[in-house]
């Protein structure tokens, strides 16, 4: 297969590397293991649509194992491993999380760690260690050549979700004098390195700023003789080395670039951030904002993975928040027990009508949550939100409002079921619905930029929040305007 | 800047491109703005956080403009594009979208509309032909040369979201014979021609089947003599022509390759797929799912440009249908009149226990709904996920059930709200929260996996859903837990 990215060779030719591949096998054969490749292969046959029947004595493939992975505890993993040829269970260990790449490690013994560890680059390392529990932090590190622990120290130092923490160290350097040749007989020597890439090439001054680029076609279709200076990209698209990852994920949708050098804010290069890692940032980020807007604290690990403990915390905390606010609906409902006890008809559309606040505010922060990660709406356009919409919320009031109206009109005339005052129910069902989509469309749409102005995750404007505030305001609403509408007849 | 991919130099390189730096300024410059820098810069500064005073002589920049995009007409993001130094805009302009691409297309003449066609990919131009009104179609393929037209023909008959509709044409084929010195110098001839990409070659057979592929970086470190048969990397990880782009986007996250290639079902090798183009993808179907999440259908444009009847529409069918649903809970309150005429003092918990319900609900389905997405959790896990959302709904509810209990405990205390039955009325708030949240949990878990077994999409399993789905139910449980526990005493 294609390596993981051009790093993986790299692994396997470059110096310190060079190790691996004689360490690993007397590590990883033998021993007694607590799962075969017939066990992992019936798991994985569960899901895969595409299962062919497979001779039982055929050694496991990567696909089956990955297949069946979320479901194998550590150890089964580890053997799943060793069941496979070593060249594949090393590509799909390079591939792992690092959350799996620290239960594996320190599930070994470290002579087996420090050779798989090596496989990793500095940038994965670096997430290993930052993942790991802090009392096994210092062994890991231990486990490192020189060169390979300064770069992990270096990376360390930055947030995790920062480009900082994203970046590859290993990049190709130029220098502008260079001729285009030279340049391409450097990078030929250079390609038997563990870096990430040689195709794209970064020119830096002698303080390692950064210059330009140059990519590996550049210099295949430049003149021999000119230097680099001469054809290199000076105008490059950058990264700080403190943006964070959305930001980051948004650069690269917007430019299509397949390579972004990081610098800090000298212009000092530090690193490169790979497309294929933003794809992983672009799921954890969705994922993260799907969770929040549906009531809950993102997990850290996949579903089947958390532990009940964990997925009764991240959940119960948001349900207990919710609960309390929605208690205020009993406490206005109190406000207006003479009402419900003259027209206990109202109680019946109670649900009906806080729903359809809720239904219409959670449309309408989802729609605009979204926008935002998206960079598609700024903090500065939420004027541009309201006018749309104080319009699209009457339009969708006025639509439920009649609705509700004529459902109340058919049933009295099917079953008679709503008394002389039907029609004025009918109205005060209608009117209010409108109040209440109005309002929710309103507060649903406004939320995320209110969070966002104190600094807060605009996706916590979830589904349930905004229902809850609006359940409290629908009630107050529905019973105003019974209030307007019935004193004289039925109130 | 680093080209959008290696296309872009092909583009200028390449001979049928060659014509366009010529054509296109001569149709660029000159004619009567309808916006100026000074404006585009004002519009986008409202956004940008880091905006830098500019001098207004200063021409516009590619950032500025990019800013400004989304709410400019195509008359203006014309004249932006024309206020943009010609190479800028051109980059600018291949990285937009393909409905971005069709407005300003069509709002040109047909010589400037061939120049900048011509910028675009085969992939790209296929894009921009499947978003165009049908009437434009055959107008815009007449503009394209003899070769793109018949590649970008071979494309429109894949839907767009399948991996052959994503892939691109343009890729570096090598004959498996040929030594590793002459690929290289091939590739290196290749280089100027309009490749997606020469750093990752196919090796074909006669018949066009994909037998192996090798990285440049692979050519650059093999003896020069041996022939490519013998080191390419003939298991090669490929994705079928027919793939859905969901499934390809997986592909990538677990591999972390930077190109796929795509083959039919007969191994024959139709194109390539690189990781850049899924950033996008990844992006589109997390929104997708998120917009169906929040209770709507999914909007085809960003939400600053869709028209207001689209909006209307896409929320409107669906607050619709929810609150044809949500009038069974007047329907279920109806059979209930006598219960609620007796103890009115019970309606006024109506809201809080439905609300619970329905958020537990949202959780659960928000949960199973993005583990789906990401592969995670497989239809056939379904028996895990009932077991896990048992517990958990047991656990919450329970947690709910407690804390509403004291809620009346103490506002009895406090100002006796609830009369002399109150210790009554609280075991059947709590035992109903109970009951509630257990349903309201396991249908949210449930909802996704049934729709997805009915070939529906799982997101439709939309928080908004569940909740109404809940709410009746909800009312239900309430309703006959008071008849139980209150029967001979209140009712």
Redesign the interface.
């Given at each position: 297969?294609?390596?993981?990215?051009?790093h993986a060779?790299g692994a396997h030719?470059g110096e310190p590397e060079g190790a691996t591949p004689v360490e690993v096998p007397t590590e990883v054969t033998g021993g007694v293991l607590r799962i075969d490749a017939h066990t992992i292969r019936e798991i994985a046959d569960?899901?895969v649509a595409q299962a062919v029947a497979v001779n039982a004595a055929e050694p496991l493939t990567v696909e089956e194992l990955?297949e069946a992975w979320?479901?194998l505890d550590v150890d089964e993993r580890s053997d799943g491993l060793k069941l496979l040829e070593q060249e594949d269970a090393e590509d799909l260990f390079?591939?792992l999380s690092a959350r799996d790449h620290v239960q594996l490690l320190l599930s070994w013994r470290p002579g087996k760690r420090r050779s798989w560890m090596r496989l990793l680059e500095p940038d994965d390392i670096a997430d290993v260690v930052q993942e790991a529990p802090d009392e096994a932090r210092g062994e890991l590190m231990a486990l490192l050549d020189e060169r390979t622990r300064k770069e992990v120290q270096a990376l360390l130092a930055y947030a995790e979700d920062d480009a900082g923490g994203l970046m590859n160290t290993r990049y190709a350097r130029l220098r502008p004098g260079m001729t285009a040749d030279e340049a391409i007989s450097y990078?030929?020597r250079q390609?038997?390195e563990a870096l990430e890439t040689?195709?794209?090439a970064y020119v830096l001054d002698p303080d390692q700023k950064l210059l330009g680029?140059v990519?590996?076609?550049?210099l295949?279709?430049a003149p021999p003789r000119t230097t680099v200076a001469e054809f290199m990209?000076t105008?490059?698209?950058r990264a700080n080395d403190e943006m964070d990852q959305e930001t980051l994920?948004r650069l690269?949708?917007?430019?299509?670039?397949?390579?972004?050098p990081v610098v800090d804010q000298h212009g000092v290069m530090k690193g490169i951030v790979?497309?294929?890692d933003?794809?992983?940032v672009?799921?954890e980020e969705?994922?993260e904002?799907?969770?929040k807007?549906?009531?809950?604290q993102a997990?850290e690990q996949?579903?089947?993975?958390s532990s009940?403990g964990t997925?009764?915390k991240s959940?119960?905390v948001?349900?207990?928040v919710?609960?309390?606010g929605?208690?205020l609906?009993?406490t206005a409902?109190?406000f207006f027990?003479d009402e419900?006890?003259k027209a206990?008809v109202l109680?019946?559309?109670?649900?009906?009508i806080?729903?359809?606040g809720?239904?219409?505010g959670?449309?309408a922060?989802?729609?605009?949550?979204?926008?935002m990660a998206?960079g598609?709406?700024?903090?500065?356009?939420w004027w541009?939100?309201v006018r749309?919409e104080i319009?699209?919320g009457l339009?969708?009031g006025g639509?439920?409002g009649v609705?509700?109206l004529i459902?109340i009109v058919l049933w009295q005339a099917a079953a008679g079921?709503y008394g002389d005052h039907y029609l004025l129910i009918g109205l005060v069902v209608g009117f209010s619905l409108i109040g209440v989509?109005m309002f929710g469309t309103l507060a649903g749409s406004m939320l995320p930029f209110l969070l966002r102005k104190l600094g807060a995750d605009p996706a916590s404007a979830s589904?349930?929040f905004v229902?809850?505030l609006v359940?409290v305001t629908g009630?107050v609403i529905y019973f105003t305007v019974a209030h307007l509408l019935l004193s004289g007849s039925m109130l």
């Open positions: 297969m294609v390596p993981p990215d051009d060779e030719d569960l899901g990955r979320p479901v390079t591939t990078l030929r390609a038997r040689i195709y794209y680029v990519s590996f076609r550049d295949l279709t990209e105008d490059v698209i994920s690269f949708a917007e430019q299509d670039l397949p390579v972004i790979t497309v294929d933003i794809v992983d672009v799921e969705a994922t904002d799907i969770q807007m549906g009531g809950m997990l996949p579903y089947l993975e009940l997925m009764i959940r119960g948001w349900l207990t919710l609960m309390v929605e208690m609906t009993a409902m109190g027990q419900i006890g206990v109680t019946v559309f109670i649900p009906l806080i729903s359809s809720g239904n219409s959670s449309q922060s989802t729609l605009v949550i979204r926008a998206l598609e709406v700024r903090g500065r356009d541009r939100v749309r319009l699209t339009a969708l639509i439920l609705i509700g459902r079921s989509v589904a349930p229902a809850t359940d009630l």
